[in-house]
């Protein structure tokens, strides 16, 4: 069947084992878990449309957005690229922005384990969500403030220590063996004392190192991981097609090579899949999570915000 032309966006995901991928495409919902084995396309019209405001862009920034809404996003600091930088106490953002409500919300400082142990932030919000699109296999909630500038102090303080960076190539070619986060945790603890000390002072009773935690553990639905990996790109073939090997994190693994279903979000494309894909269920509707991801419009809330480490 072909799917009519609806603008792409992020997977929606569902933290069961494995991990169960969605794809809303305007009215449409496609269950891609049961896709896997099978042939499918993906063919981009030559059209990009912002995500957060719906207008029409030639380029799309920061995985989606066109340039006005972009340069909004980087008002505060920069807070998005660096959330240490966050100038929300000068209170020249307001929480009722979208371009600024990251700014004020309760963050989280975890472990992963994607392609190799990292320390990452995220809203409190975005869990499991934001461990799932990296493709980490494990990750561990250690620490719990108050907004996004302290978080952002935290990982600072702590990436002196651990790699904050995931390796997507290498994520994308093996489930990384297995690590002790509470085991890291704690000699982390241990190592950072004075640096989390003074933060721990600076802003008392708002940043919170957690003592009970416990290791989530993600699957995903891969049938067979590559050996090398061509990343497809839709701005140089226009049509994208292969067998579907496996999904994990924003990515779809296809026998010729490996595309970001995030990284051309706001696009226009058609997809082609297996007539048995898609279900009576399936069509006409998009329920749950599959809900937000509807095409474009300003009603969008910054909870779908979508950049890098928010
Ligand atoms: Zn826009
Ligand atoms: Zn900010």
Redesign the pocket.
């Known amino acids: 069947m072909h799917t009519h032309p609806a603008l792409l966006r992020k997977m929606t995901t569902i933290l069961a084992d494995p991990v169960q991928y969605q794809l809303s495409l305007g009215e449409e919902s496609i269950q891609l878990n049961r896709v896997l084995g099978k042939k499918i396309s993906l063919r981009f019209t030559g059209e990009i449309f ?1 995500t ?4 029409k ?1 030639s380029k799309s920034f920061q995985q989606g ?2 340039f ?2 972009y340069r909004r996003l980087l008002e505060c600091g920069l807070c998005v690229i660096h959330p240490e930088k966050c100038r929300y106490y000068e209170g020249i953002c307001q929480p009722d922005d979208w371009a600024h409500a990251h700014c004020h919300v309760p963050h989280v400082v975890y472990l992963a384990n994607s392609s190799g142990l990292k320390v990452g932030i995220t809203r409190e919000s975005q869990l499991p969500t934001r461990w799932i699109d990296q493709g980490a296999s494990q990750a561990i909630v250690i620490m719990r403030c108050k907004n996004r500038r302290q978080a952002g102090l935290l990982e600072v303080a702590l990436k002196q220590y651990i790699n904050d960076k995931t390796n997507w190539r290498a994520m994308l070619q093996r489930k990384p063996a297995d690590q002790d986060l509470s085991q890291t945790y704690r000699e982390i603890l241990a190592i950072a004392e004075q640096a989390l000390e003074v933060l721990q002072k600076e802003y008392p009773d708002e940043i919170e190192c957690l003592t009970a935690t416990n290791t989530v553990n993600i699957n995903y639905p891969v049938q067979q991981y590559p050996e090398k990996i061509t990343a497809l790109d839709l701005t140089k073939t226009a049509e994208v097609s292969g067998i579907l090997l496996g999904i994990k994190g924003q990515y779809l693994i296809l026998d010729k090579g490996v595309i970001s279903i995030r990284k051309f979000a706001g696009y226009s494309v058609q997809f082609t899949l297996p007539s048995s894909s898609a279900t009576a269920e399936d069509l006409g509707k998009s329920h749950g999570q599959g809900q937000n991801d509807r095409v474009g419009g300003s009603d969008r809330s910054s909870s779908e915000v979508e950049i890098c480490n928010l």
């Open positions: 912002c957060q405001c719906g207008r862009t957005f066109c006005p809404c």
